[in-house]
């Protein structure tokens, strides 16, 4: 395992949940660590990414101002802190590092997700 998320499980709706990844590869400071997230049938689809040694953030419009993503670099964990959780937030999630952006194909290496239930 090089990369591993944690921290999914069953949330009821308007609740925070704050997912980790820790990489146990290096994180080089020009990477980015990205967060995406998958249902049944759909592409992945990208919420937030980190540029590892600036701390630059960019989001996808739908979860800005309601996910933020972090990173701690002494302990090569990045986080993403979800507010006011939704049941269409309901997916796995991955994180991801690589080049950075909101393309899939940007990054190489990726976790093995973890489920995240939004429901009453």
């Known amino acids: 395992v090089q990369l591993e998320e944690s921290g999914g499980g069953l949330v009821q709706p308007g609740d925070s949940l704050t997912l980790s990844c820790k990489s146990y590869?290096?994180?080089?400071?020009?990477?980015?660590m990205g967060w995406f997230r998958q249902t049944p049938g759909k592409e992945r689809e990208f919420l937030a990414a980190v540029r590892w040694a600036s701390g630059d953030t960019w989001y996808e419009q739908a979860v800005k101002g309601r996910f933020t993503i972090s990173r701690e670099i002494a302990k090569n964990i990045g986080f993403l802190q979800m507010n006011r959780l939704k049941p269409e937030d309901t997916a796995v999630y991955y994180c991801?590092?690589?080049?950075?952006?909101?393309?899939?194909?940007?990054?190489?290496?990726w976790g093995q997700g973890t489920l995240v239930t939004v429901s009453s």
């Open positions: 590869l290096h994180v080089s400071g020009s990477d980015a």
């Open positions: 991801a590092t690589g080049s950075g952006g909101s393309t899939i194909w940007n990054y190489g290496l």
